[in-house]
Nanobody, 121 residues
């Protein structure tokens, strides 16, 4: 499975962005598609995820109530709607495929190339 992110850009504090992660290849019900982010000088951080089959979701505490992850099975795409963006949300955002939620990037065999999110005043 290959993944490709899009939708990043520059936004003001308090603004919104929607990221997309398009998957080529078959996704199975047991798969999870997650979003990580990595800011300069920091470790890659698990932000949110969704299980492909049931649609159950995961959110890091830092984004709960502000970010929403969803999927469109017809388009084989996962979305990350980001609202009320803060300076600390600025990072390179990656989507990845795995079989269960883990904060360890090594647990995910498939990654996209990343899309940059910049938050400014």
């Amino acid at each position: 499975v290959q993944l490709a992110e899009s939708g990043g850009g520059s936004v003001q504090v308090g603004g919104s962005l929607r990221l997309s992660c398009a998957a080529s290849g078959r996704l199975y019900s047991s798969h999870v598609i997650v979003w990580f982010r990595q800011a300069p000088g920091k470790e890659r951080e698990l932000v949110a995820g969704i299980r492909w089959g049931y649609g159950t979701t995961y959110y890091a505490d830092s984004v709960k109530g502000r970010f929403t992850v969803s999927r469109d099975k017809a388009d084989n795409t996962v979305y990350l709607q980001m609202n009320s963006l803060k300076y600390e949300d600025a990072a390179l955002y990656y989507c990845a495929r795995g079989t269960d939620y883990s904060g360890s990037p090594a647990s995910y065999p498939s990654w996209g190339q990343g899309t940059q999110v910049t938050v400014s005043a």
